[in-house]
């Protein structure tokens, strides 16, 4: 079965430096998703992405994040200069149609630790 | 404010036990989903729902439009089930709005 794939699975960075969060989506999905849980905390939404631009974004993603489609599979967040605070896990998700009534297959996560 | 409240929090149960787990939302949503959230943190989609009810083998989901309310149920429930289930909803965008969780244990 199809899933979204995530790397890497654990990635510990030092304050200021910057990151990048990879996502391999489900081949033929056309939207995708970032959202990230801080532990204890809820899941909650960064970003979305669709016909390779930004559809719609949370007040959580500000200048320091990007997203990309650098090619036909790979979908990356980048966190430019990193904060405590972004210490959390980021899920990547995607969907074949529009994610507000289709459903969003999730990756795995990546566990980010900013020290 | 759109929102998506949960109850309860946590939940202990005794296999073979019949568990609910409630969701109530803010009026205006397109869909209500359902995830399951594994102890490692995976997440997986149950159900998406915007009327009436859904089955896949044990789990049930059921909305009323009405009063703003889902819930999710599982019968015969086993050890396997524990994990934390999460009710979402997206209101006339794509970005899922989560609940905080029920955190479930099922005890042998």
């Known amino acids: 079965e199809p899933e979204v794939t995530q790397t890497p699975s654990h990635q510990v960075t030092q304050m200021g430096q910057e990151v990048i969060l990879r996502c391999v989506p489900i081949?033929?999905?056309?939207?995708f998703y970032w959202y990230r849980q801080i532990l204890g905390q809820k899941v909650e939404f960064l970003v979305s992405?669709?016909?390779?631009?930004?559809?719609?974004k949370s007040e959580i993603f500000d200048d320091q994040f990007s997203v990309e489609r650098p090619d036909g599979s790979n979908f990356t967040l980048k966190i430019r200069s990193t904060k405590l605070e972004d210490s959390a896990m980021y899920f990547c998700?995607?969907?074949?149609?529009?994610?507000?009534?289709?459903?969003?297959?999730f990756g795995p996560g990546t566990r980010l630790t900013v020290l | 404010k759109n929102e998506v409240e949960q109850s309860p929090q946590n939940l202990t149960a005794q296999e073979g036990e019949f568990i609910t787990i409630n969701c109530s939302y803010s009026?205006?949503?397109?869909?209500l989903h359902w995830l399951q959230q594994h102890p490692g943190g995976g997440i997986v989609s149950l159900f998406m729902?915007?009327?009436g009810k859904k089955k896949h083998g044990r789990l049930i989901a059921t909305i009323n439009i009405q009063e703003k309310h889902s819930s999710l149920h599982i019968t015969a429930s086993h050890p396997r089930d524990s994990a934390v289930y999460i009710c979402?909803?997206?209101?006339?965008?794509?970005?899922?709005?989560f609940g905080t969780g029920t955190r479930l244990q099922v005890f042998p």
């Open positions: 992405f669709y016909n390779n631009e930004i559809s719609e």
């Open positions: 009026v205006g949503i397109s869909a």
């Open positions: 979402a909803a997206t209101y006339n965008t794509d970005k899922l709005i």
């Open positions: 729902l915007s009327s």
């Open positions: 998700a995607s969907s074949a149609l529009r994610g507000g009534t289709d459903t969003q297959y």
């Open positions: 081949s033929n999905h056309l939207y």
